[in-house]
């Protein structure tokens, strides 16, 4: 791997880091929020998914722009955005400005994924392990989100952890600014570029695939919205010393940290084997870890989480190449954004509807819907490896 490629890979795993860190703090906060703002499991499920979709809905605008003003520029709008956006968060004095807040972080977070992952799939060569690496830095900051908030929420307030992360995207869009080299000015790359060209969208596949991760999507936002809340509330007898506030906080932690592996283990599959094969597979394991979390407590439940942490995780490496596979190069941005919005726009009406669940049902029925939701992800997945 080349200079140019560290650089790529460490501005955008940095930039990958603190996405999902920002907006995997809400989920480990709504018990906190919970009591502070005096409103129900619904509500804030719906909040999640009003920023979500804003997360999802921006993608598309942003691939479409990616192949029109650059990598870099879209890195930008995102870092400073996102960072003026988490300060509005941790300043807000009302639940209506919070929500605004949230809603402008999401839009300004949707910016990333397709600028991101369109300069890995067209600078890096070996590019399912750099989606891998990529990956990695997500995952972890998908770790630090729920262990940060609920520790500054601990220590200082909420309030801080959004701030801690709102300063730190404005230090990374400065350092973009001096280590990325602006496109069109630039030769380093250009041989990357045409080792990965694709010169024909498949659509078929393409959208076959799309289905596939929008019912992926839903799963991620029905588990990782209600996760905490349900490690809160269904650990007591599994270190019992710990508050139920840090174990919101903890626990997801650690299943984010055991999706690290999941990404290892995904990036390292993706290179031996056929992608297409391997996603289904990968779906079919998801499956019976999400119902056994809605039927087990305590370290078993715990465990089971770390499954699905594993599992879950292994699928983005190998997603995000078969979305590169499919599509054409000059629209590969787009490519990317339109995934983004299935999976985080639309997929965020799990947490919705998880709400709705949780509070008439009961938090662990949210799990075993999201697991028989994952039953026709199956088939779809399937009928790629037809039409790849």
């Known amino acids: 791997m080349n200079r140019f490629e560290k650089i790529v890979l460490g501005i955008t795993g ?19 929020l919970r009591q502070e703002f005096s409103t129900g499991l619904d509500t804030l499920g719906l909040v999640v998914t009003f920023s979500a979709f804003m997360f999802g809905i921006g993608a598309i605008p942003a691939g479409w722009a990616e192949s029109r003003l ?37 839009f300004s977070c949707s910016i990333y994924h397709p600028a991101g992952l369109t300069l890995i799939s067209q600078r890096v060569q070996a590019i399912t392990k750099g989606m891998a690496v990529h990956g990695i830095f997500g995952t972890t900051g998908s770790a630090l989100g729920p262990i940060m ?47 990965n060209r694709v010169e024909k969208t498949n659509r078929p ?3 076959l695939f799309y289905m596939t991760n ?5 799963a991620y936002y029905g588990f990782t919205t209600f996760m905490p809340t349900h490690f809160a509330e269904n650990t007591s007898n599994f270190l019992p010393f710990i508050s139920g506030t840090m174990k919101a906080g903890i626990f997801p932690s650690l299943v984010f940290l055991a999706g690290i592996i999941g990404q290892v283990i995904g990036g390292r599959l993706g290179t031996r084997y056929k992608r297409t094969k391997l996603l289904p597979l990968i779906i079919a394991i998801n499956i019976p870890f999400l119902l056994l979390m809605g039927y087990t407590t305590d370290i078993f ?18 997603s ?69």
């Not at 940095?14 to 906190?32: D, E, Q, T």
């Not at 952890?161 to 404005?170: C, D, E, R, T």
């Not at 709400?355 to 399937?382: H, Q, R």
């Open 14 to 32: 940095g930039s990958h880091l603190s996405v999902h860190a920002l907006m995997l703090a809400l989920p480990s906060l709504i018990p906190i």
């Open 320 to 388: 995000n190449t078969l979305i590169a596979e499919f599509t054409h190069s000059d629209n590969r941005g787009l490519g990317y954004g339109i995934n983004f919005f299935l999976s985080f726009g639309i997929g965020s009406l799990a947490a919705g509807v998880g709400g709705f669940i949780a509070e008439n049902m009961g938090i662990a029925y949210v799990f075993t819907a999201m697991g028989f939701l994952l039953i026709p992800g199956l088939f779809t997945s399937y009928m790629i490896i037809k039409k790849s």
């Open 70 to 106: 650059g990598g870099k520029t879209l890195l930008l709008l995102y870092l400073f955005g996102s960072g003026i956006a988490a300060v509005i968060v941790a300043l807000s004095n009302s639940f209506i400005l919070l929500i605004f807040g949230l809603g402008l972080l999401g």
């Open 205 to 207: 596949a393409l959208i």
């Open 214 to 218: 929008m019912l992926m999507g839903f």
């Open 301 to 318: 439940l715990v465990l089971c989480s770390l499954g699905l942490g594993m599992a879950y995780f292994s699928n983005q490496p190998i």
């Open 149 to 195: 908030a609920t520790t500054l929420a601990f220590l200082i307030s909420w309030r801080a952890s959004y701030a801690v992360l709102g300063v730190f995207n404005i230090i990374l869009a400065l350092a973009t600014i001096v280590v990325i080299p602006k496109r069109d000015h630039s030769g380093i790359g250009k041989i990357e570029q045409q080792e």
